[in-house]
């Protein structure tokens, strides 16, 4: 096999690696959403070990895109596409890292919770989370113009949540200060987890044109 073969056979490893570990992610979201409404302990548990595994998967893939560069030396397209997944499994990890801190913050809430309030992070949570199946989808297919439409998605999470925080500290008191900082910091993952979403478009875009856009 020739050097151009070998750099295209070790090229799409990195992209099923990458892909495998966007799964994870988007599982390790889902899994702290439904977390919020069960409250299960044990899984909770669970959830914030198996971020190792995504941790290790970003540092597997960060190893494998810094030895490709430095054996074949890649230029031009080759080159960002390397850069790219670099990129993009770094923002994987922050996102695993937020589904855990959204975890952590359902903890430290009462069992009890006003449905309202709940409600309102579902459908944020349903939001970024198709935001980032479609922006793997993208970057599967390279297509620009589904990386590009991710923009109008994460513009729907800010308006939601900046009416959910709104309506969360109208209702707050004194005597559910706790939970309303909790559920506030839970709101602002989800919002942040959308702008990673937006952040692996605007790789697919770069990586695709050569050229930086700002989506966010």
Avoid at 6 to 12: F, I, N, R, T
Avoid at 97 to 105: C, F, M, P, T, Y
Avoid at 163 to 169: D, H, K, M, R
């Amino acid at each position: 096999m020739g050097v151009r073969g070998s750099y295209e056979q070790e090229l799409s490893q990195l992209k099923k690696d990458l892909f495998v570990m966007g799964e994870q992610v988007i599982q390790a979201f889902s899994a702290s959403i439904n977390l919020i409404q069960t409250q299960d302990k044990l899984e909770m548990e669970q959830l914030i070990e198996n971020d190792t595994k995504i941790n290790q998967a970003e540092l597997t893939i960060h190893d494998d895109a810094t030895m490709m560069i430095a054996r074949q030396q890649p230029v031009a397209t080759d080159l960002r596409t390397t850069i790219v997944a670099l990129k993009i499994s770094s923002d994987l990890e922050r996102v695993g890292d937020l589904a855990v801190d959204i975890v952590k913050a359902s903890r430290r809430m009462e069992e009890k919770k006003n449905e309202e309030e709940i409600n309102a992070i579902l459908e944020m949570a349903e939001v970024a989370q198709d935001m980032l199946k479609k922006a793997m989808l993208a970057y599967q297919e390279r297509d620009m113009m589904k990386a590009q439409q991710i923009a109008t998605m994460d513009d729907t999470v800010d308006k939601k949540y900046r009416l959910y925080i709104q309506s969360l500290f109208t209702l707050t008191d004194e005597t559910n200060a706790e939970q309303t900082t909790q559920l506030a910091f839970i709101g602002r993952y989800v919002e942040r987890i959308a702008d990673y979403a937006t952040n692996l478009a605007e790789w697919i875009v770069y990586e695709s044109s050569g050229k930086h856009f700002d989506l966010n």
